[in-house]
Nanobody, 114 residues
């Protein structure tokens, strides 16, 4: 079955950095558009960044110039490099794979706090 497993979350101070990883199995990773979403308490899940199977990227305005999405098809892994983190980036971050069907990871907590 398809599995998406996130790692790399945790607690970081404002202005700090984290790198999230998502390892995929059970699918042909290179054929999927991959994304990171996040959901803060009391808010709807929102798209953070997307990288298509053709390596086209798109970002939410709130993270442009701070976050970078990338993928390694040989390792079946999606990344999100997060720099200059703000308290408002605190959320559960989810990995998503889409090719007609949506697959989700279990989510990982990112907390930005002093």
């Amino acid at each position: 079955q398809v599995k998406l497993v996130e790692s790399g979350g945790g607690l970081v101070q404002p202005g700090g950095s984290l790198r999230l990883s998502c390892v995929a199995s059970g699918l042909i990773f290179s054929m999927y558009d991959m994304s990171w979403y996040r959901q803060a308490p009391g808010k709807q899940r929102e798209l953070v960044a997307l990288i298509s199977r053709d390596y086209i990227t798109n970002y939410a305005d709130s993270v442009k110039d701070r976050f970078t999405i990338s993928r390694d098809n040989a390792m079946n892994t999606l990344y999100l490099q997060m720099n200059s983190l703000k308290t408002e980036d605190t959320a559960v971050y989810y990995c998503n794979g889409n090719r007609m069907t949506n697959y989700w990871g279990q989510g990982i907590q990112v907390t930005v706090s002093s």
